[in-house]
């Protein structure tokens, strides 16, 4: 196409050179500055609506980025480090962070049962990426949920996709569940630690087992336990 | 299975063109583990006829079904499947499944079986299993996804302590690899099951005291939500 034009044009100017050469006596020059086009970049935007589907298990603050390379996680793998400090603490900055992400976005708040909350990510003339949501279940020890690596292409302007998602494990912290290691509001304990590694592979979640089904040293009751799924997750491509 | 697989080919070749909805299929079939803390016994995928069936929910198991659920054996589901004409992967992992693992296998399906189950004990559990029920196989190739869940053949009492697993041996049968995470002295959970049929399984209790205590399995550990196994199912 490019090169098309530039033939064209070239052709162009070489008429106007002839047509100012056989009337050199006309001095208003007939030929136009032809602009060369500035690419203009359309932005495309979606939306990710999570919805707490859990009794009593607030979400950290959901992390989305979008990106064409890479998994936020894969079952039966290592957690990355950004994965644990977020899965562990409810910190998505790592995540956000990641090199591989050409956009990112954060929840403002965290999200309280039966809350949703809405995060807006904007990115520049690509509509073939992939995006990924990730969020912790903060009365745990490392209880995670989301949607790993979508295929954009599948949304064309007022599209939507929702899905309904399980608990993860990342297998980054034994789930003791005792005092001063779970960072919600039920203990108000530590986040991140880069020890204590449980099994150290991603899985699914077993559930929480708390004080009232036989676990004395947990600083959870029963209104923390959780079954699947614990998320609707909706992304519509809104422009 | 080879020698089935020669007999099974001209007929493929010829459900091609004449009957596409019960034709021969290859399949690659994956299994994953996707619980934090149970193991999968050998895993059974079968391909069979749509009026067959491995187990039936809200039905008692048959003793096949009850010796793979309570031991892990899969010698009774397989000579059924042989009676059948059905075609079988088994024991793809060769052992057991642990946790977040995969195992990947070939199946290649003779013409009219055209569903797929797949099953499995979980360990510990008593009788529990995983189970995909006659499945549909589909006609165009691609790559299928399917979660699973876990049942209990509610053919033994979920006592979560150390026995056997010959069917009406109580107790859970204790493999090598997992004697050290299983703990002992449980004074069993319960003594009695009390649906007969075949649903989907409660979980384990399971208790903190490795050593007594009501269970001998690890609370924070031994335990699961469904679901608890993705199979994935490529059509060439």
Redesign the interface.
């Known amino acids: 196409m490019k090169s098309r034009k530039k033939i064209k044009l070239l052709s162009l100017v070489v008429t106007s050179a002839m047509l100012l050469a056989a009337c050199s006596d006309n001095d208003t020059d007939p030929v136009q500055p032809v602009p060369v086009p500035t690419p203009t970049s359309v932005d495309v935007t979606y939306e990710v609506t999570v919805t707490n589907l859990t009794n009593a298990q607030p979400l950290s603050p959901l992390g989305v980025i979008i990106h064409d390379e890479g998994h936020l996680w894969t ?3 290592t957690a990355s480090l950004a994965l644990e400090t977020m899965a562990e603490g409810g910190d998505n900055s790592q995540l956000l962070a990641l090199p591989v992400g050409l956009a990112n976005a954060s929840g403002m708040a965290p999200i309280g049962p039966g809350n949703s909350d809405t995060v807006s990510i904007t990115i520049q003339d690509r509509v073939d990426s992939y995006i990924s949501v990730a969020t912790m279940l903060v009365n745990t020890n490392d209880a995670f949920t989301g949607l790993d690596k979508y295929n954009l292409a599948e949304l064309a302007v007022g599209d939507s996709q929702t899905w309904r998602f ?2 993860l ?1 990342a ?1 980054t912290e ?4 005792a005092m001063s290691t779970i960072p919600g509001p039920a203990d108000g304990g530590e986040g991140f630690n880069a020890n204590r590694e449980a ?1 150290n ?7 929480v ?1 708390t004080n009232a ?5 947990s600083v959870l009751d029963a209104s923390h336990k959780f ?2 799924p614990v998320i609707r997750l909706t992304v519509t491509r809104i422009e | 299975m080879k020698s089935q697989f020669k007999k099974v080919l001209p007929l493929a070749l010829s459900a091609t063109f004449m009957a596409p909805l019960t034709q021969a299929a290859d399949l690659d079939i994956t299994i994953q583990n996707l619980t934090s803390g149970m193991s999968f016994t050998p895993i059974l995928a079968v391909a069979h006829t749509p009026d067959a069936s491995l187990f039936e929910v809200g039905e008692a198991a048959s003793a096949e079904l009850q010796a793979m659920a309570e031991g892990g054996s899969l010698d009774g589901l397989a000579s059924i499947g042989a009676t059948i004409n059905a075609d079988a992967l088994a024991n793809p992992a060769g052992g057991l499944l642990l946790p977040g693992m995969s195992t990947t296998g070939d199946l290649m399906t003779a013409d009219g079986n055209t569903v797929l189950s797949v099953v499995a004990m979980i360990l510990p559990t008593n009788d529990g299993f995983i189970g995909l029920d006659n499945w549909t196989i589909p006609t165009e190739a691609g790559t299928y996804t399917v979660y699973v869940n876990a049942y209990d053949a509610g053919t033994e009492a979920n006592d979560e302590i150390r026995g056997g697993g010959a069917p009406g041996t109580p107790g859970m049968p204790v493999p090598p690899p997992l004697a050290d995470a299983i703990g002992e002295n449980g004074s069993g959970v319960t003594t009695t099951s009390n649906n007969m049929t075949v649903h989907i399984h409660p979980g384990n209790i399971g208790d903190a005291d490795q050593a007594a205590g009501v269970s001998d399995v690890q609370n924070t550990v031994h335990r699961w939500l469904n679901p608890v196994a993705k199979v994935t199912i490529v059509v060439n």
Not at chain 1, 213 to 217: F, K, N, Q, R
């Open positions: 079952i039966g793998e399980a608990a494990d297998g034994e789930n003791s569940e099994r592979i991603v899985t699914y979640h077993a559930g087992v089904d036989g676990l004395d040293t079954d699947n």
